[in-house]
C-alpha cells in the first residue's frame, strides 16, 4: 500500500534530478575497514537529461553503483534522491529505472512483442495503450519486422535492442542505466547501436547513466564522464577536461592510448628535473606539504621527438604502428616514455631528444594533481 | 597425396560395436527370438510367427497390468514432478543451509530399492509398523494385505517418498544456473513472483524438468522391485503391474514364448511414450498459453 502510494507520488511529480549522498557500499555483513567497501563514500549528482558514463577499470565498483540507483542493491551507508525524495529503500519496480545488462537479458518463451509489453502489462497499462506503445517503440528501434517471432531466435544486438526497448516502453520512466550493454555486440554493430542511443537520447531526454570500461565508448556516449577506480570517484569531467587536465595520474593513464606518461620527478625551485636531468619546461606550482611522490604527468601527443640540444636525450626502444599515427617507444635513464609522432615525419634514429609541450605538463603531487599558481 | 583405401579404421569402431552388441543388441535379439517361437524344453523351438504378439495383445490380463501401469506412472508423475519443482523453489540458494538440503535430499536415492520396499513393508505394517499400527489406532482402516486403495496409496507414497529427491535435485541444479540477472531484470520490469516463475525459471529449467519427466516415466513405468516386495502383486492383482505380470509369466509358469513377446511390446511402449514425451516438450519449450501473438 506504501510502495502503492509512493510510486504513484514520484510518477506524478515527474522526477528531474538523482542525488547520491554519502552512499558507500560493502558486500560484508560487518565491513570494518576501508578495504572492505567495493564502494567508497561518495556523493555524485545527475542532472535530468544528461548522458553520463561511468568509467573504469573491472572491479572498481560502477556496477554497485548502478545497482545502487536502480535499487537492486541496497547501500551500506548513505541516501539515493530522486528530485529531493528519500527512495533509498524503495524496491527498484516502484523507481521508474530502467536498467540494460551486460548480457541481453529476454524472456525466451515470449515473442517480441510480448517482450516489449511485458513491463506494462506488470504494471496495468490498458491494452491498447501497450499495443500503441509497443508498435510505435518497434518501429524506433527497427525491430517492428521482428514483432511475431519468438525473441530467443533473434541476434545478440537484437535481443540487446529488445532489453532497451523494455526499459524505453514505460514512458515515465526517469533514467536508463545501461551496465556495459555493448559487450557481447559485434564491433561494426557496436558503432550503429551506439549512435542509436544517442538518438534516442536527443528523442527522449532522458537520463542515461553507462556504464563502461571502454574509454572511446565513454568518451563518444556521454557528456559528462565520471572516472572510477577502486571503488572511488577520482574525476567527473567533460571528455575535453579528462584529456587535457586528468585529475588524477589514475585518469591520465587510464584513458588515451597510449595513456599519460607519468614520471617521477623533482621541483627545485621553477625547474622540473627527471632522473637528475633539467628538462625544456618550467613550472609554476606550490606542492601541498608533505607531499611524498611528486610525479610529472604529459600525454604522448604532447611529447615532441627532436634532435634539438635542448631536448631531453632518449633512447628509441620501438616503433609502432598504431593505424591512424605512431607511437615511440622512447627510454631515459631507466623511465619508459611514449610519443606519438606527427603524420610524415620520418622515423628518429635510435638516439634523440624529446621535448614537452610547456602548456600540458602537469604535476601530480601523490597522485593528485597540482593546480598551477596564478 | 595417395588415398589409402582399406578398412583399417574399422578396427576404431570395432570395440564400441563389440560393446553394443553385446549388452543391447544380442540380449535383445534373444528375446525377440523367443517371442516367435514355442518351445517344450529340451531345447527344441518351433516357429509361431505372431501368435504370441496376438495372444498377449487381446488378453484381459495384459490390458488389466498395462492400465494399472499407465495409471501408477501418471499419478507418481503427477505427484512427483510439481512437488519436486515446488521443493527445489522454496530451498536455500546460497549458505550452509544447502548443502544440508543437498545431503538429506539425496538420502533416499542412495538406498537400494529392495532396502526400500522391506522399510514400507515394514513401516506400514498393521501388527508391528508404526504408519499401519498408528493409522489403524486412529481409526483409519488401513492394510495394505487386503485394501486395494491402501495398497496402492502405500506403494505412491513410497515411490514419492524415494524418487521425488531426484526430481528437486534435477530442478534445483537447473535454477541455479540462472544468472541472477535475468531476476534483477525482472524486478526492473515489475513482474509478479507468478510472472518470474512461468517466464524465466520455468523456460529455463525446462531441459531439467524434460530429464526429469522421462526418468520419473521410465522408472516408475518398470517398477518391479518395490511393488514385489510390499505387496507381491496383491491383494489379489490389484498391483500387479506389468514388469510384476512379466515376471510372473516367464519365472512362474515359464510361459517364455509369451513372456518374451510381452517383452519386447513393453520395451516399445516405453521407447514410443518416453519419444512421444520428448516430442512434445522439446517442441515449443512450454510455449506460453495465454500471451500475445
Sequence with gaps: MKLALLSSLLRAVEMAQIDLNNIAHSYLAAPSSEDDFALKKLNVSWQDGGAYALLGPSGCGKTTLLNIISGLLQPTQGAVLFDGADITTSPPEVRNIAQIFQFP??????????????PLQNRKV????IDARVRRLADMLELSKYLPRKARDLSADEKQKISLGR?????????????EPLTVIDPQLKWSLRSQLKRLHAEFNHTMIYVTHDQTEALT??????VMSEGEVVQTASPQELFERPAHTFVGQFIGSPGMNVLPCALDGHHISLAGHTINVGC???????AECIELGVRPEFVKVTDNNDALPVTVEAIEDAGRYRIARLRFRGLQLAAILPDGAPPPSETAGVLFDADNVHIYADGHLVGKRA | MQKTHDHKALWLVAPALLLVAFTAVIPLMTVVNYSVQDTFGNNQFFWVGAEWYREILQSDRFHAA????????????AIEIPLGLAIALSMPKKGISVSVCLVLMALPLLIPWNVVGTIWQIFARVDIGLLGYTLNGLGVDYNYTQNVGAAWATL??????HWTSLVVLLCYAGLVAIPPVYYQAARIDGASRWAVFRYIELPKMSRVLLIAVLLRFMDSFMIYTEPFVVTGGGPGNATTFLSVDLVKMAIGQFDLGPAAALSVIYFLIVILVSWAFYTIMTREDFEPSGGVR
Design chain 1, 105 to 118: 537479458v529476454i524472456y525466451d518463451t515470449m515473442t517480441v512483442y510480448h517482450n516489449l509489453a511485458f
Design chain 1, 126 to 129: 490498458p491494452k491498447h495503450e
Design chain 1, 167 to 179: 526499459g524505453l516502453v514505460r514512458e515515465d520512466v526517469t533514467a536508463i542505466l545501461f551496465d
Design chain 1, 221 to 226: 556516449f556521454a557528456d559528462q564522464i565520471i
Design chain 1, 284 to 290: 609554476n606550482v606550490t606542492l601541498p606539504s608533505g
Design chain 2, 66 to 77: 498395462f492400465l494399472r501401469q499407465i495409471a501408477f506412472s501418471a499419478t507418481v508423475l
Design chain 2, 156 to 161: 505412491i507414497i513410497m515411490d514419492v517418498w
